[in-house]
C-alpha cells in the first residue's frame, strides 16, 4: 500500500527519479561503474553537473549571460553567512518571517549591520509582515517560504538593492520573475533533490562585488569559475537533483507544477476552512502553496485523528514544535491523490463526531 508522505524535509522525489538514482548508484549509464565510484573530474561527472546547472537557469527563466548556477555543500544554512561573508561590507536589511529567516539574521550580524525591516515574532510568524526599503543597503535578504510556520511571500518588492533570497522550501515550485533576484539559495532536500547539495543562482555582477579576504570555500566567484568544482561537489546530490530537473522540465516546467502545487494546496486549504474541527495557522493571503500548518480545534480528537492518519498510511504530518498541530507538506512530487486521502480522512474524522 502506498505511503503518503508529508514530509517537511527531506522530502518526497518522484519515483522514477528514485529509480534511476539507484541504478546509477549500481552501474552509471552502462559504464560498469557506480556514479559513487567515479572521479568528479570524469567526463561522465563534469557532464552531469553542466546539466545541472544548466537545467537549473532554464527552469527559473535565467537561462543567458546575467546568472551562474554553482552547487556547493553546507547546507542553505551556510549560506546564512556566506551571503553576509561575500557582501556584508556595511548594513544589510532583513524580512524576518519565521525560524531560518531569524537564523540569517543572526549569522549576518557576525560580518556587519542587520536592519530588520518587520517581523511577524509577535504573531508566532502567522503572516509576512508589511515592510519597506526606504534607503539603501549592501542587499535585503528574505525568505520566500516559511516552511516551519506555512507562510509564503506572494509579492517581491521592486528595489535597486539587491535583493537575496532564500527559497529552500519553494525552489521550482512556482513561477516569479527571478530576474528580480540578485542572488537565490536552497538546500537541495525538498523540491530539488537529495540532501547533500545546495543551489546557489547569482548574478554575474555581484561576482565582481565580493568583499577582499574572503577565503575560497566561501568564496562564490572561487566557486564560480571553477564551475562548482573548487573541491569535491557532493556527487549523489548533484546527479539526483539533475534526474529530478530533467523530470520536472519533462512534466512542463515551473509553471506547469505551479497549476498542479496550487490545486493540490486548494483542495487541503478548503478542507481546513470548512471542517470544524480544523483552523489553520497562517493569515489566508499568506498561505503557503508547500507547507500547510493546521491545528485541530479540540485536542480531544488527537488520537482519534492519529489513529486514522497511521490507517490512511499518511506519515510525516506533526507540525513543527514552534506551531504544535500538523504540517502537510505538499512538494513538487506529491500527487493530487495523496492530499485527497488526506483531506478524506480529515473529512472522515468530522463525520464521526
Ligand atoms: C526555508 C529554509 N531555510 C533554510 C533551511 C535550512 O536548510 P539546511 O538544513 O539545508 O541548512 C531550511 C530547512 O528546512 C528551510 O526550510
Redesign the pocket.
Known amino acids: 500500500m502506498k505511503i503518503h508522505n508529508f514530509c517537511?524535509?527531506p522530502s518526497i522525489l518522484p519515483s522514477e527519479v528514485f529509480d534511476e538514482a539507484s541504478n546509477a548508484v549500481k552501474d552509471l549509464n552502462g559504464s560498469g561503474l557506480s556514479l559513487l565510484e567515479i572521479s568528479h573530474r570524469s567526463h561522465a561527472f563534469v557532464e552531469i553537473m553542466d546539466e545541472a546547472r544548466d537545467l537549473s537557469l532554464e527552469l527559473l527563466g535565467l537561462s543567458g549571460n546575467d546568472y551562474t548556477s554553482i552547487f556547493l555543500q553546507?547546507?542553505?544554512?551556510?549560506?546564512?553567512l556566506m551571503t553576509a561573508y561575500n557582501f556584508l561590507k556595511n548594513e544589510a536589511a532583513f524580512l524576518d518571517t519565521?525560524t531560518?529567516?531569524k537564523?540569517?539574521v543572526i549569522e549576518a550580524k557576525l560580518f556587519g549591520n542587520v536592519d530588520v525591516l518587520a517581523s511577524s515574532e509577535n504573531d508566532n510568524y502567522n503572516h509576512i509582515p508589511n515592510f519597506e526599503i526606504a534607503k539603501n543597503y549592501d542587499y535585503f535578504h528574505c525568505?520566500?517560504?516559511?516552511?516551519?510556520f506555512g507562510t509564503q511571500i506572494n509579492s517581491f518588492p521592486n528595489t535597486d538593492t539587491p535583493m537575496f533570497c532564500?527559497?529552500?522550501?519553494d525552489i521550482f515550485s512556482r513561477a516569479l520573475d527571478f530576474s528580480k533576484f540578485d542572488l537565490i539559495y536552497?538546500?537541495?532536500?525538498?523540491n530539488l533533490g537529495p540532501?547533500g547539495a545546495?543551489l546557489v543562482v547569482i548574478k554575474n555582477d555581484l561576482l565582481d562585488k565580493i568583499k577582499d579576504n574572503v577565503p575560497s570555500m566561501m568564496n562564490y566567484k572561487v566557486h564560480a569559475d571553477k564551475s562548482s568544482m573548487f573541491n569535491t561537489p557532493p556527487v549523489f546530490s548533484v546527479y539526483v537533483s539533475m534526474l529530478n530537473m530533467r523530470w520536472l522540465k519533462k512534466m512542463g516546467g515551473v509553471s506547469e507544477i505551479e497549476k498542479l502545487n496550487r490545486k493540490k494546496a486548494q483542495l487541503l486549504y478548503s478542507e481546513i476552512d470548512l471542517n470544524p474541527l480544523f483552523h489553520g495557522h497562517a493569515r489566508e493571503v499568506d498561505r503557503s502553496i508547500m507547507n500547510a500548518t493546521f491545528n485541530l480545534s479540540d485536542d480531544n480528537f488527537k488520537d482519534s485523528f492519529e489513529t486514522m492518519l497511521a490507517d490512511a498510511k499518511i506519515t510525516a504530518l506533526s507540525g513543527h514544535r514552534s506551531v504544535g498541530g500538523y504540517r502537510a507538506s505538499m512538494y513538487n512530487a506529491m500527487s493530487i491523490d495523496s492530499v485527497k486521502v488526506l483531506v478524506e480522512v480529515m473529512s472522515e474524522l468530522e463525520s464521526k463526531i
Do not use: L, P
Open positions: 517537511a524535509g553546507g547546507g542553505a544554512s551556510s549560506q546564512f519565521g531560518w529567516s537564523k540569517a525568505t520566500s517560504n516559511n516552511t516551519i532564500d527559497m529552500s522550501s536552497a538546500g537541495a532536500q525538498k540532501a545546495t
